[in-house]
Structure formats: C-alpha cells, structure tokens
C-alpha cells in the first residue's frame, strides 16, 4: 500500500512542550514538504528537503526544526517557541526535486491546550 | 512578493450546473499550474495540472490557463453535491525553487441538490 503517511491524525500539546510530527512515504520522492494550513487560510510552507541530510527554511520557519535523515522520512518538530503552534500541518511529496506536482498526506490537526 | 489570488467565495451552484473556479497569479514567470480539492477536515487531493495555455479535460473537469493574462481557471460540467469542497489553486516553475508551489486561499464550492 504506497503513500504517504502522517502520524499521529490529533495531537494535543500543553504550553512550552515540544512534540513532533511524523511524515513517512514509499513512493520513493526525493523531495519533502511541510505545511500550515489555518482556517481561511492557504498552505504557508515551514521547511523543505530536496534530498536526505539536506532542508531549506520556509516562510514561516521560526519555532519549528525538521530533520532528514532518511529519504523516506522528514519528521517535523514544534518547539515551544512556535508561539501559534495550533493548526493543521500537511507533508507533501514531489518526485524529484525538479519536479513540482505535489502530493499530500493525511494530515495532523494540533492543538495547543 | 509571488501571491496566487483567489475568490473565497462561497460560490453556490445548482446540480448539473457548470461551476466556474478562478484564479489570478502575480509572478509571470510561473510555468505550472494546479487545481486542488480539499474536503472539510481532509487533506488537498491533485485534480488538474496544466502546463500550456489552453484547455485540458479530464473528465468532467476542465482547466484553462492564460499566460498572458496570468490566469487559470477550473470549470466544473454537471456539478454534484459532491464536488463540494474547498478548491485551491497552486503556482510553480519558478527558477530557483523548482518544486515549490503557491497556494491561493481556495475558493469553498456548494453543488446544492
């Protein structure tokens, strides 16, 4: 069963907790993405990897850290300094790095208690 | 600064009408383009690409771009209740970043019985 997948679907996190997303995916993409999506709002993108052990900061960085170590995984951090941290984070997929048809995980909807 | 604008709408149609999507792009040297569907709560699914200006059919769905005009739009033939939905337009193809995308807002579709 090929795709991507996110994990874990909710995630609730008390103040000042860092807790980190998972995004995993056996279509064997080379580049991975993160995104925000706030009600009303477009996807801002956080980070993106083109290849393993290398990311690109986003528009919207501050407060989050990702790590690439493995090309079939791009795991994202939430840190306590990520003051609005409530919202719906997407993973997405492209082929190639060159290549920018983008296909998107499941989804986790965080929320900040 | 790259913006990809769109009608929040929501647009209402009536089944079996044609619902017409649109969305304008800032960044003229933009050479892909995206239409994408996003139920409440869901993650965007890819429905259309197009490269060229023109049309391009898929089935009850047509795209149509505009370079010129730095246009595209998305018709919709014989609306169903279940084509409602957020609809997102996204933008790529700019040098330097291949693979990165621009998303509009979306524009939220009611197909009513």
């Known amino acids: 069963d090929g795709g991507i997948t996110q994990s874990p679907k909710y995630l609730f996190r008390k103040e000042g907790q860092n807790v980190t997303l998972s995004c995993e995916q056996n279509?064997?993409?080379?580049?991975m993405y993160w995104y925000r999506q706030d009600p009303g709002q477009g996807l801002r993108l956080i980070y993106y990897?083109?290849?393993?052990?290398?990311?690109q900061k986003g528009d919207i960085a501050e407060g989050y850290s990702v790590s690439r170590e493995k090309k079939e995984s791009f795991p994202l951090t939430v840190t306590s300094a990520q003051k609005n941290p409530t919202a719906f984070y997407l993973c997405?997929?492209?082929?190639?790095?060159?290549?920018?048809?983008?296909?998107f995980g499941p989804g986790t909807r965080l929320t900040v208690l | 600064q790259k913006e990809v604008e769109q009608n929040s709408g929501p647009l209402s149609v009536p089944e079996g009408a044609i619902a017409s999507l649109n969305c304008t792009y800032s960044?003229?040297?933009?050479?892909?383009f995206f239409w994408y569907r996003q139920y409440s709560g869901k993650s965007p699914e890819l429905i259309m690409s197009?490269?060229?200006?023109g049309d391009k059919e898929d089935g009850r769905f047509t795209a149509q771009l505009n370079k010129a005009s730095q246009y595209v739009s998305l018709l919709i033939r014989d609306s169903q209740p279940s084509d409602s939905a957020t609809y997102l337009c996204?933008?790529?193809?700019?040098?330097?970043?291949?693979?990165?995308?621009?998303f509009g807002k979306g524009t939220k579709l009611s197909v009513k019985p």
């Open positions: 960044d003229r040297v933009s050479q892909s």
């Open positions: 990897s083109q290849i393993v052990n290398d990311f």
């Open positions: 996204a933008v790529g193809g700019y040098g330097g970043s291949q693979g990165n995308l621009i």
């Open positions: 279509l064997n993409h080379d580049a």
């Open positions: 197009i490269y060229s200006n």
């Open positions: 997405a997929t492209t082929l190639t790095s060159g290549t920018d048809t983008q296909y």
